[in-house]
């Protein structure tokens, strides 16, 4: 029996990055030898063990044949003849095909290495069509090595999977999971930009790719279109490390332009709550978590209204922090601004501007907080809901004095 570490994790000690979990291949065991070993089993669909110790993952070599649609379609087949080399080919990308044997020897028939230093998304063999989840994939190793690009036979590959209609068979949560790992790489629009590139983006997310081509207001900087507006708002939202559902909002904020009709461009009147109704379409389809579709919602509701924050009058100033439940949830109105904040810095020339709506809403908020609630409660018995609104836009209007 050899066992071998593979994939990820010699991709990633080879491109000098920490690796995160090491899985090993195992040549010439059975299932009973390893479990007499003291390893337990976990796979469901294929013989996979954890290491008594170490809790690493180890799965028996195998090869894999399609025999239905979808990432569930396949028979596997795991023995102790199954060669590694075997194992190898069945691999979704040259650089993910790569193995080092227990002396810490390469074994690399796919010249994944060559891929890594040529910055090369390659697909090892024609099985890697057998596997729609790998167009997902590509896109996200996209997003997470930016300066890698995506083999011109691959991309014809991935566009040959959408056009006979592989792509329709992924399931919602293995879409969403995918996007979720990609929205949180470094560069979340390289993977937009390649499921663009192959037709799936039409397929998956078709609200997000109708917005490339449709102009923006002019006053919003119309040298970019809505589409590479989104892309640099979400780029912005990666380069300042923030939360999932953050960059969810900043994906989603816009949606609503898409159904502007042409004959109204540039102008997006109402753009809102049409971007709303959508969130929620795509969220439902995509089985979207709650936080992530809370917060998209209300920041495509209100990013405009949070925009004009310095035009505001107190009362629609209390009335946003009222509507978005702010005083409830303090942290996330903060992350609402935080996607806020992406949108108006995702235009040219806007990246290091300041964006005083941040600061204002933060201020607002926290002027209401000061308001000692409990105490106007018991002196306003059966009226308290009112007076508490009072107290706090009187907070609001009082001038702020500054020492
Ligand atoms: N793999 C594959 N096709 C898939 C999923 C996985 O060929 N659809 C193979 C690849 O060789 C991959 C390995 O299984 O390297 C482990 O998969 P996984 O842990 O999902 O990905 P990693 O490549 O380790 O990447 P990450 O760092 O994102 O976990």
């Not at 003291?38 to 290491?51: A, E, I, M, N």
């Not at 753009?271 to 709650?290: D, G």
Request: net charge negative; aromatic share 8%; glycine share 6%.
């Amino acid at each position: 029996m050899r066992t071998y570490i593979v994939g990820g994790a010699v991709r990633d000690e080879l491109l000098g990055l920490p690796v995160q979990d090491r899985d090993h291949v195992v040549v010439g065991a059975t299932p009973e030898q390893m479990a007499e070993l003291g390893f337990r089993p976990v796979g469901k669909d294929f013989p996979v063990f954890l290491h008594p110790d170490s809790h690493e993952e180890y799965a028996l070599a195998r090869t894999e044949r399609k025999s239905g649609h979808g990432y569930k379609g396949f028979t596997v087949f795991a023995s102790p003849e199954v060669t590694l080399e075997e194992d190898l080919l069945r691999r979704d990308l040259t650089i993910n095909a790569m193995a080092r044997d227990e002396q810490g020897n390469l074994i690399d028939p796919h010249s994944g290495l060559a891929d890594i230093r040529a910055r090369i998304l390659r697909h090892v063999s024609p099985a890697f069509a057998e596997d729609p989840v790998r167009i997902l994939r590509v896109a996200r190793f996209a997003a997470r090595f930016p300066d890698f690009h995506v083999a011109s036979e691959t991309l014809e590959l991935m566009r040959s999977m959408v056009s006979s209609g592989e792509v329709d068979h992924l399931v919602p949560e293995r879409v969403w999971q995918e996007f979720s790992r990609g929205l949180m790489s470094l560069r979340p629009s390289r993977m937009f930009d390649v499921l663009r590139e192959c037709g799936a983006l039409a397929r998956l997310l078709p609200e997000l790719d109708r917005l490339f081509g449709v102009p923006q207001p002019p006053e919003h900087h119309p040298e970019v279109d809505t589409g590479v507006h989104v892309m640099l708002v979400v780029d912005w939202s990666a380069s300042k490390g923030y939360s999932l559902p953050v960059r969810f909002s900043a994906l989603a904020h816009d949606l609503g332009k898409g159904t502007t009709p042409s004959e109204l461009w540039p102008k997006h009147h109402g753009h809102e709550a049409r971007s709303v109704e959508l969130v929620k379409e795509v969220a439902q389809r995509l089985r979207i978590p709650s936080d992530c579709r809370d917060l998209a919602l209300l920041v495509a509701r209100y990013h405009g209204d949070i925009h004009r924050a310095l035009e505001l009058k107190p009362e629609t100033v209390l009335k946003i922090l009222e509507s978005t439940d702010a005083f409830r949830r303090p942290e996330r109105f903060t992350e609402m601004l935080e996607a806020c904040e992406s949108d108006f810095r995702g235009r040219p020339g806007y990246e290091n501007r300041p964006y005083p709506p941040f600061d204002f809403f933060l201020s607002a908020l926290a002027r209401c907080q000061a308001v000692d609630t409990a105490f106007i409660a018991v002196e306003n018995l059966g009226n308290e809901k009112n007076a508490v609104h009072q107290a706090r836009l009187t907070a609001l209007k009082t001038p702020i004095k500054l020492a």
